[in-house]
């Protein structure tokens, strides 16, 4: 699979509007960045062409009801890494699975509706897993930064 081009300064202007307003349409960029709504289109159409950027939709964590957020550190053995994080990636409170290298081999982030479902989630779910011999938790107790409008679009 080939990189996506470099974007340009107009392209990453675009993003940046959206970004702010995910709602803007082609002429309402156009008019901010003194260019066509053509243009805009063009450009739109060329970075998702790409799969440089996707427009889409992003709740908040508690319009979804979720109010807990852990992280958790998973040491795998037995099983393959890639094979354990994606039956861990299936279930839908995962947010992410990413391999690591260091103190565990998978680390996740879990969105939950309340502590009560904690214990549960971590030793039930989680540990039901084959090849998930170790799992380490720690509850999210502010969220000081989350980026979410960088995110990998290729296959995984």
Do not use: C, W
Not at 28 to 38: F, G, R, W
Not at 137 to 146: E, F, H, L, N, Q
């Amino acid at each position: 699979m080939a990189a996506p081009p470099a974007l340009d300064a107009l392209d990453n202007s675009i993003i940046d509007i959206l970004r702010t307003n995910g709602r803007a349409t082609n002429q309402d960029i156009a008019q901010q960045l003194s260019v066509t709504a053509a243009t805009v289109s063009a450009r739109l159409q060329k970075m998702e062409d790409a799969r440089a950027m996707r427009v889409v939709a992003v709740t908040d964590f508690a319009a979804r009801g979720y109010n807990v957020i852990i992280a958790v550190g998973v040491r795998v053995q037995g099983r393959g890494i890639q094979e354990v994080g994606r039956d861990l990636a299936k279930f839908p409170e995962v947010l992410s699975v990413n391999a690591m290298n260091g103190g565990y081999d998978l680390e996740l982030m879990v969105a939950l509706h309340d502590f009560s479902e904690v214990q549960e989630f971590l030793y039930d779910h989680i540990s039901g897993i084959d090849g998930v011999a170790q799992i380490d938790s720690g509850v999210a107790v502010d969220i000081v930064k989350y980026e979410f409008n960088v995110v990998p679009l290729g296959p995984t």
